[in-house]
Each structure stands twice: as C-alpha cells, then as structure tokens.
C-alpha cells in the first residue's frame, strides 16, 4: 500500500509540477522538491544489495526500495539576511517500509556576501557529495558508491554551523566549520536485522576549492559514538567480561561511546565533455573499539555526448589496520570477535548512462558487477563469507521541482 | 557548428533575417561601481559560486537563457539546472529569481544595487549599465 502511494506520489510530482513555476507563494517563499523513482534487481537471492544503512535492500526480483526517494523543502526569506529552511526525505531506510524524516531544518543567517551561520539540522559533509547524496538529479551516478559512502554512519547533526566562500582571482574557496550533537537509528544486518539508536557529539570541517572545472575537496570530522541497544555486541562483550576478559570488553564496546575519525579527499572535473570524479577517505578510531578502521576510495569518468552521458566507476574499500589485538580466546568467543574486528572488503566495477531526457528531468541506467573480497563486503542477509560477484542492474528516473 | 554555414549565408543576406543569433549584454545596477566583467566572472553569480552579486535570470526555457548559459559557461540547461540543484536542496543557496522578459530584467536589475542580469543588446536603455557583451 505504502509502496503504491510513493509510486503514486512520485509520478504525480514528476508528471505535474514541473509543469507550474518552481517557485509558488509570496515571493519570500520557495517550495521545491527532488525524488528518484527507480527500480533495481540483482542475480541472486543468496544475499542482498542495499544502500548504506538501508535493512530492505534488492535481491533476484525487481525492487523500488532500493534508490526511490521523494525530498520536500521549503524555504522563508524573513528579512533578506535572515531565512528558514525545511526539506523532509521519504526513502527506504532502517525500515523494510519508506520512512520520512527531517533531513534539514535550519535558521540561517547571512553576516555578510561571504558569511553565513546555520542553526538546526544539517546534513554532515563528511564526504564529497555527503549533504547532496540524496538528489539523483544533482549526481552522475545512480546511488553514491557504497564502498565509501557506506563508511561514515552519521548523516545530520543538530547544532551549528559557518559557511565562507571567497574569491581569489579565478579561484573560488568555499568553508565549512560545523558542530553540534548527531543521533538517529542504525541498522544491523547480522543476526537476521534489527535496529540500533546512536547519539554521537560531532565536529569538523569541509574545505572545497574551484578553478574553472575542476572542483578539489578536504574534509575531516570526529565524533564520538555512543550506542546502548546493540545487543548482539552487548551480549558478546558480557560474555567477554564474565569469562575474564574485561579489558577486550571495554574496548570492544560503543556503551559510554566511542571516538572515531573521518578523513576524505576528493576531486570533480567537467571539463568540455569529459566529466570525472573521484574520492578517497580513512576510517579511524582513536579510542579502542570493535569498529574496523578502514581505507576506501572511487574513480567514476564520463563523457557527455550532448544530453547522453556514459560513466565508469570502480569502488573499493578495505580494512586498515586492526585497532584491537585481542588475546588468545577460546574458541566460541574468538570467532565471533574476530568477526566483529576484522573488515568487510569489497570492489564494485559499475558503468552507467545518464540521459537529461526532458526539463528537470534524468533518465538513469546502471549496471554493477560488486565483488565481495573479506567478509560478504557490503552484501547482507546472507552468508558471514560470500565471495561471489553480484550483479545489479538498475533504471531509474531522477527529478527537481 | 552545423548551424555556421547557414550563419554565414544570412549574414550575407544581411543579418536582419537573424533575430536569433542577436547580441547578449550582461547588465548591472547603475550604481554599481563595476564597468567591465569578463564572462567567467559573469558566470560566478549566475551559478551559485558567489553571493557578491544578486543574479537575475530569464524565463526557464527561454530562448536567450538557453543561449546565455551557452555563451557565457558552455552550459546546457539541465547542466545549470543539476549545479542549482545542489546549491539549493544543501540549502546553500536559493536560485535567481526570474523574468518572463528584457524589460521584467532590467527593471529587477535598476531597481537592486547589487543585481545583475542579462538582455537582448537591442533593449538596453539608460536605466542600467552594461558591463559584458557576449557576441
């Protein structure tokens, strides 16, 4: 039913609105919108394809859950320096259904032509397209590569943040300094799916720099993540302590939280016809936890023949070095630890086509080959080692209003 | 490119059969104390890379904007459309305002200091200061 009214909801957007202006109301207020309606399918019902913290996923049949979004925002200019903004997500999340949450929500204040201030919810820019991974529109590719998108669990944080952008000569410098107090559900695969709540206090800042069409990127965030409900970690580390092993048990744990780095560089060029992309980050914890530090990177290359634009990518990520050398366990506590310390790795080749087809309106078609090198990589709902490659196979229609 | 030949033949017919291919100006305020711009620091405003000055575009869809962004970025519309798109759903920036034509423009732009648009060469008047000319 719910899937119908998405459906419905998405086609009435995408067949209505852009038909009127983008803009309605007084002049101060702006109402628009974005959504993907796609659909994707693997080869195989072994295990299951899902987008970063997504528990429905896609497997052997043809599926909507997987890239279908529908954003809303909203925006009031008060004054010309003072504006509020709104955007609401639905999509297929924690929940096997789509859910809507509250993905910006902000007060914003302009110092000056260069300066502004935010107050309320915003998206974390950990990563290169982090704040606008969500608009299929504003990307090349179909869905953002899950070997790095898939390494950073936070996605908005309540709290504050300064923005600058300056011009030197042809160069364009935009800041991002932000802080404020992240929280929201995680979803854990294992043990057949269930859902755990995180409140995690996080700082950091993104710098871009623009020279005609190349776009470079770093940023960096910390934060410390504090989840209670894991059960499956939680009955782990009290079997750890009660069998004498307290110190693995401490630094297992994400009870109390956890402090963790997040670390990315990043580059776009669309220069002429050629569209490129790339991105490198590193998972670090700085305090002993189960959580494995890892590298992961993504190379996508396009080339624009007028409104058709073909793309490759190739994805990967790693386990870094293990943070935590546990001591000679028996053997029913050793495997379960080992399996929570070490890694997932997994490479994706994919190739795709994006076709802006009509006005605010992409067709996309994507083709993954995801292979699984430690663990099942990102795979879920399946074996603890699956090392088969996958195929995905995915179209979709992207939109703004 | 195809279209140079034809180009080329009107213009020896004498180019009054080519309203199309007419002059672009990019305007400013009169009091702005801008008096030239090169188009790359033209396109800043008009795609959301500086807020210096307010950028105000013509109608989606419309002839001369297709032709501007062309001009002035080498930007097709859903190329300016998908760079918006990420300025204002990260709500980083709120896209131009718009008008249906050369006089709804140059109106906007005389009545901001800091607005800054573009119009057909043949309907500028006193009322605004032209800064770029794209041929």
Known sequence: MKKKLIVAAVLAAACVLPAHAATLGDGNLSISGFGTLGVAKTNTDDVRFVRYNQAAGVGDSPRIGLDSNLGLQASYSMTPALSATLQVLSRKSTSEQFTTELTWGFLKYKLNDETSVRLGRTVIPAFLISDYQNVGYANTMMRPPIELYGQEPLESVDGADLNWQHSFGDNNVTAQGFVGKSSGKLFVAAGGGSVTHYDAPAYGFAVTAEHGPLTVRAAHMRAKIEVNDFTLLNNLTDSLARFGFAQLANDMTVKGGKKMRFTSVGMTLDWQNIVAQAEYAQRRAQDAVYIPQSNSWYAMAGYRFGKVLPYYAHSHTNGAEQKIKPPLLPAALAVPVASFLSAPAQGTDLIGLRWDCAKSLALKVQYDRVKPSAKSGTLVYGPAVYSRTVNVIAAGVDFVF | ??????????????????????????????????????????????????????????????????????????????????????????????????????????????????????????????????ILTLP
């Not at chain 2, 007419?22 to 305007?27: G, H, M, S, W």
């Not at chain 2, 801008?34 to 405003?45: G, K, L, N, Y």
């Not at chain 2, 300025?87 to 800091?114: C, M, Y």
């Open chain 2, 1 to 130: 490119m195809k279209k140079i030949p034809s180009i080329l033949i009107a213009a020896a017919l004498g180019g009054a059969l080519l309203p199309a291919s007419a002059e672009i100006v990019v305007i400013v305020n009169k009091d702005n104390p801008a008096t030239r711009m090169f188009s790359e620091q033209a396109s800043q405003f008009f795609l959301g890379k500086s807020a210096m000055f307010t950028p105000i575009d013509q109608g989606e869809g419309s002839k001369i904007r297709t032709e501007f962004y062309q001009k002035i970025a080498d930007k097709d519309p859903a190329q300016v459309k998908a760079i918006w798109s990420k300025l204002v759903f990260t709500g980083k920036a709120t896209p131009p305002r718009e008008f249906k034509s050369n006089n709804d423009v140059k109106k906007a732009v005389a009545d901001d200091p800091k607005a800054i648009g573009y119009i057909d060469k043949s309907a500028v008047d006193e009322s605004v200061k032209v």
